[in-house]
């Protein structure tokens, strides 16, 4: 066996071991819930008209939101994986429709989702899309259209329990 048919099935081994894709997913949100920490803080300064650095301490919202979704990405993909691990082969992962459309990846295993849920994982999208990686989308019809607030931290804590109630659902599931 050669190095390269060496690689593809180690490839397909990691893919396939759904544990992984839940590790990977509870390390993203343990760094979320840091900077969740960290939001608290600014947002106690807020409240008690303290000083705050605006560009830094807003700033963490967006990486928070971020992690957040990757987190609930991995996750839903690990369970998706332990119902059908043959979705990886030694070339591919092989998820149908968009790999970061949260929504889908939630229908797809069946776990219901509310209005709210619901608007929570279209807004968290857009974070994992552009919003938590850079200043603008591709297309301007994304930024006239999107979800994410102009003021970030708006919907902290509403956000973070949507977050941790839905990651929770999904490892239920496993």
């Not at 839903?76 to 591919?92: A, C, Y």
């Not at 899309?129 to 509403?158: C, D, E, H, T, V």
Request: aromatic content about 10%.
């Amino acid at each position: 066996m050669n190095y390269n048919e060496h690689q593809r099935k180690n490839f397909k081994a990691i893919g396939q071991q759904h544990t992984i894709w839940l590790m990977n997913a509870k390390d993203l949100k343990n760094s979320a819930d840091v900077l969740l920490e960290r939001i608290h803080e600014v947002n106690r300064r807020i409240s008690e008209h303290e000083p705050v650095d605006l560009i830094e301490d807003t700033g963490v919202f967006k990486v928070y939101m971020l992690l957040a979704g990757l987190s609930l990405e991995n996750v839903i993909k690990g369970l998706i994986i332990s119902r059908n691990p043959t979705i990886v082969t030694d070339e591919e992962v092989k998820f149908s429709g968009s790999g970061h459309k949260l929504i889908e990846l939630f229908r797809l295993v069946n776990i219901s989702l509310n209005n709210d849920e619901i608007k929570f994982l279209e807004l968290i999208e857009e974070f994992i899309m552009w919003a938590g990686r850079y200043s603008l989308p591709k297309k301007s019809q994304y930024f006239q259209n999107r979800k994410s607030p102009n003021i970030p931290m708006i919907g902290i804590p509403r956000d973070s329990d949507m977050f941790n109630n839905l990651f929770s659902r999904i490892v239920e599931e496993y």
